[in-house]
């Protein structure tokens, strides 16, 4: 989610832009995103930063966007990168997170 700019005043915590949700979740990631819109509300009447409350739906939200765009490419870097192992394995783990990499640039929008 991307963050109001302040306005310079200092101390204070920088709140969610509630317009900010500019794409539509897919569907599998919708139950999470809405979870993690709800945590975001209620922690920003709380002491502490939504960014610490509300961390696992953050990452399980980035794994299900991830997971729901390159589902193969996910998969391989889930299997070889698991583990250190040999050098085979440390360097098909490398090839994975770069065919992840390009497949998530692939679905950028420009």
Same mark, same amino acid.
Do not use: F, W
């Given at each position: 989610?991307?963050?109001?700019?302040?306005?310079?005043?200092?101390?204070?915590?920088? &709140?969610?832009?509630?317009?900010?949700?500019?794409?539509?979740?897919?569907?599998?990631?919708?139950?999470?995103?809405?979870?993690?819109?709800?945590?975001?509300?209620?922690?920003?009447?709380?002491?502490? &930063?939504?960014?610490?409350?509300?961390?696992?739906?953050?990452?399980?939200?980035?794994?299900?966007?991830?997971?729901?765009?390159?589902?193969? &490419?996910?998969?391989?870097?889930?299997?070889?990168?698991?583990?250190?192992?040999?050098?085979?394995?440390?360097?098909?783990?490398?090839?994975?997170?770069?065919?992840?990499?390009?497949?998530?640039?692939?679905?950028?929008?420009?």
């Amino acid at each position: 989610m991307s963050r109001s700019s302040g306005s310079g005043s200092g101390g204070g915590r920088r &709140q969610p832009d509630p317009d900010s949700a500019a794409l539509p979740v897919p569907g599998p990631c919708a139950s999470t995103h809405r979870a993690l819109t709800e945590c975001h509300r209620r922690a920003s009447r709380g002491a502490l &930063q939504p960014e610490v409350l509300c961390r696992h739906l953050n990452r399980a939200l980035a794994e299900c966007v991830v997971t729901m765009c390159c589902p193969s &490419q996910t998969e391989a870097v889930r299997t070889l990168c698991g583990s250190s192992g040999t050098a085979l394995k440390r360097s098909q783990c490398e090839r994975a997170r770069i065919d992840l990499s390009l497949c998530l640039e692939a679905h950028q929008e420009t």
